[in-house]
């Protein structure tokens, strides 16, 4: 641009450059912060991706539990917990958390063999077949409220984990 182009003038339209070069930094840096939302969402910061996916073990190694630290309300939530080293004729897995009335369960596989709850803790029991050693239990919740959930994962009354997901609206 000549240095004509960059002075303020009154005609044919009058115009502070100053206030126009701001303005025109201000889009910049707009448009460079939507880019970066648009990434971070789809990397997972806002619900599923690689940002979203977390994995914790207990200090004894036998309860791992894969999770999504982040989703969406009414949206799909994926759990799963790996066992290790299972003892005695039957495993149990207890989910506990003040807000556990609000992950209503979709799917759990496999199905239980005996499954209570009380207060704010849901129970899962499964028999144990001869020479198990390890087992898998997948769980998809749906959340019906927003805000931060935090959950406490026990395995036969041994291993714990502690889970915390951020649920957007």
Sequence with gaps: MSNDEQRSRDYPVK??????????????????VL???VIAGACGAFSKGFLSEQQVSSIDKRLQVEYERFGRRDSNMDISFHLHQLEGDHYQITLSGEQLGDLPIQTLQPQPDEAWSSANTLILRWQRRAGQQD?????????????RLPLTVQFD?????????????
């Design 15 to 32: 115009e502070d450059m100053l206030w126009q070069r701001l303005e025109w930094h201000i889009q910049r840096f707009g448009y460079a």
């Design 35 to 37: 880019v970066l939302i």
């Design 135 to 147: 087992a898998t239990v997948w769980l998809t919740v749906q959340p019906q409220s927003y805000g």
């Design 157 to 169: 009354d041994h291993s714990q984990v502690k889970v915390t997901s951020l649920v957007y609206p």
